[in-house]
């Protein structure tokens, strides 16, 4: 284990402060509900904190339909020319009981849909549910509850922010860049899905933690029982979290394999079996007792048929996969700029139209493909091995995102969407890039890896700290550009 840099810790806990006062500035600017699914996943969280696991795609509750019908903004999916005079109507929780008694009858009514999202796997509703008990326990009611479960994600964040610097520690230790850069860059992270009730905020934080696990348990000559069981129920949260986690969870899988190998033949192998079991074991149990739970209440193992077929998805013959857009040039394009533009900047729409701005999209499309590349070319001219013969972190962490892009873009192979209206037939592509933010760590760690080489290669050695600054002040002001228009609603926080 690299011992953390001293002189470094109280740039990181300030960093952690900071990530939290972003988290809330910008999530207490966002009002209710936003369209990535936030009723959805609002509901499951008051569903768990009574208790209730849900056994089947079931309609929202009516403690849920009440919060959505007076507190819901109209301002993500709807236009102003939608409305006379071309002006929002003030929010109903504003107005008198008796003016708004019949509108929200009709919103209740509305609002009165199934949860597609019942099936997701349980952990951060559990803690989002036990969040939401809090807050009633307390006797905080309305809109300012709504704002208190989003604002869990102060913490969330903040202890990712430690996450990140804990593993640049372990993988780049001789990099200052990398060290600050990967906690400041989740600091400032422009990413939406920070800023709302969903799964996606938990994915970063416990493969982040379950990350740092795997790499102590590779790097053990001999792994301990105890290390192997905290890494194994660490990979067991990371799919409790999240089933688009699923291709981190194979190549962890495939790592641990192989340090089994590596254990045999160097004849270590009976030492190290008791640690591999309990890995396996820790690991196993908990996700079997979830995939039992979905085979018997939703049908298979992982609990999506049921959703598939509510969005009346339907499986694409296999050998009409090669006729997919993917495999061409401009289509490839599109799914991949797409997908790394929505993983730095988030899916929100504002006003029927996406909340993005084009130059800033292609701002983050470049980084990404530019410095990638250049940090996986530093490793192989190092040789690409770590201690003792094994993979390089920074492969590992490539392997970690090619695993997530090419999952989503096996998905967009499979399925017929039909008239979905995302994705679609007119556009068949997973571009969510919320689905694969339990890769946000690694990711990061090639970025600044890639900027690292950058700066050496054109001969700016010495200007590493100004080019994290430089970086930093482009996520701050694109996102006061993209954002700025939503701060004026007056249905957010600010406006109580």
């Given amino acids: ?108 009514a509305s609002w009165r849909n199934i949860n597609h999202e019942a099936s997701q796997p349980p952990l951060y509703y559990l803690v989002a549910g036990g969040w939401w008990g809090m807050e009633k326990f307390c006797g905080l009611d309305g809109l300012g509850a709504l704002y208190g479960l989003r604002f869990l994600n102060l913490f969330l964040v903040g202890s990712l922010v430690w996450l990140g610097y804990a593993a640049a520690c372990q993988v780049v230790p001789g990099s200052q860049l990398v060290r600050l850069g990967v906690p400041a860059l989740i600091a400032f992270l422009p990413q939406t899905a920070f800023y709302g009730i969903s799964n996606d905020v938990l994915s970063p934080l416990t493969f982040g933690a379950a990350f740092l696990l795997l790499l102590k348990f590779l790097r053990a000559d001999i792994p301990g029982v105890k290390g192997g069981a905290a890494a194994g129920l660490a990979l067991a949260a990371v799919y409790l979290t999240k089933l688009s986690n699923l291709p981190l969870l194979a190549v962890s899988a495939l790592l641990v394999l192989g340090k089994g190998w590596q254990l045999a033949r160097a004849g270590n192998g009976r030492a190290a079996w008791p640690a591999l079991a309990a890995l396996a074991l820790a690991a196993a149990i908990p996700m079997a007792g979830w995939m039992t739970w979905c085979r018997y209440h939703f049908g298979d193992v992982t609990g999506s048929a049921a959703k598939i077929a509510f969005l009346g998805w339907t499986h694409r013959p296999l050998a009409e996969w090669l006729d997919h857009p993917l495999f061409t040039l401009s289509g490839c394009g599109v799914f991949l700029s797409g997908l790394l533009s929505t993983f730095w900047q988030g899916e929100f729409m504002w006003l029927r139209q996406p909340l993005a701005l084009k130059g800033v999209n292609a701002v983050y499309v470049i980084l990404s493909v530019t410095l990638i590349p250049l940090a996986l070319l530093e490793r192989r001219r190092s040789g690409g091995a770590g201690p003792a013969g094994r993979p390089g972190e920074v492969w590992v962490c490539f392997w970690m995102v090619a695993a997530s892009v090419l999952f989503l873009g096996g998905l967009s192979l499979l399925y017929d969407f039909h008239d979905c209206f995302y994705p679609s037939r007119e556009h068949p592509y997973f571009t969510s890039g919320r689905l694969m933010l339990g890769a946000l760590i690694p990711f990061l760690l090639l970025v600044l890896c890639g900027l690292e080489r950058l700066l050496e290669r054109v001969g700016l050695p010495r200007a590493k700290g100004w080019a994290l600054a430089g970086l930093i002040l482009f996520l701050v002001m694109a996102e006061i550009a993209t954002d700025w228009q939503v701060f004026f609603s007056q249905y957010n926080w600010f406006h109580l």
């Avoid at 011992?3 to 402060?17: D, G, H, I, T």
């Avoid at 936030?38 to 403690?63: N, T």
């Avoid at 020319?81 to 003030?90: A, I, Q, S, V």
Wanted: with cysteine; glycine share 4%; aromatic share 14%.
């Fill in 1 to 108: 284990m690299v011992p953390f840099q001293a002189n470094e810790r109280s740039a990181v806990w300030l960093l952690c402060l900071i990530a939290a006062g972003h988290v809330f500035i910008y999530a207490a600017a966002f009002p209710f509900f936003n369209n990535v699914d936030e009723p959805a996943h609002f509901d499951l969280a008051v569903s768990y904190s009574h208790g209730e696991i849900p056994r089947s795609l079931g309609y929202l509750s009516q403690e849920s339909l009440q919060y959505l019908a007076v507190y819901s903004s109209l301002q993500f999916l709807a236009s102003e020319t939608d409305f006379p005079g071309g002006r929002m109507p003030p929010p109903l929780w504003r107005l008198p009981m008796e003016k708004i008694a019949p509108v929200l009858q009709l919103r209740e």
